[in-house]
């Protein structure tokens, strides 16, 4: 049976919502465009948000985005920031770094400042924004699937929050395969994994 979700108590986090991943003309497109045909992912975020925003629920946004000094002086970069940098993708103030047209904060929606590692609560104040608004359930959906929102999804679990994977909500850089593998995790360290439409139909309105 699916956990009903109160809106006043949950909140979405959508992480790297921007250009660089989600317009045709980003960097890293290239990298998730046939999962994303195949998964339908931006269709099933625009309308992920349309039925939260319906509940008045707190959606949470964290983009990612380096600096010039950044790029040149980090030190001990990983593969995943090798990749990054080498391609200038999250350039801080370019059009890849902001957010795509349709995945973009409403009103009253929180946008954190942008993230430098893979867990979003490592490098920000995510933590603060969700506590202070008395969330409790928390739902991830973004990019990709296998690093930030995994990551992330795993460090919220282990500071006590209910957590709930939206299954078509991400993506890996990877094939079917690898997205049920990446399934196969979630279902281990989430409390809940479902897509989006049974996670809209559990959301109550306060």
Known sequence: MTQNYPASSTGLLLIDTVNDVFSEEGKGYPLYQTEFTRIGLLENLRRLLAGVRRHDMGVFYSPMAYTDEEYASWKHPTGIHRAMFDNRVFEAGSWGAEFHPDLTPGPGEVTLAPHKNIDVFATTDLDTQLRRRGVEHLALGGMIGTMCVE???????????????????????????????????????????????????????S
């Open 151 to 205: 990551s992330t999804a795993r460090s919220a679990m282990e500071r006590g929050y209910h957590v709930t994977m939206l299954k078509d909500a991400t993506a890996t850089d990877g094939d079917e395969v690898t997205h049920a593998q990446m399934l196969r995790r979630y279902a281990l360290f989430a409390h809940e994994v479902l897509s989006v439409d049974e996670f809209v139909a559990a959301v109550q309105s």
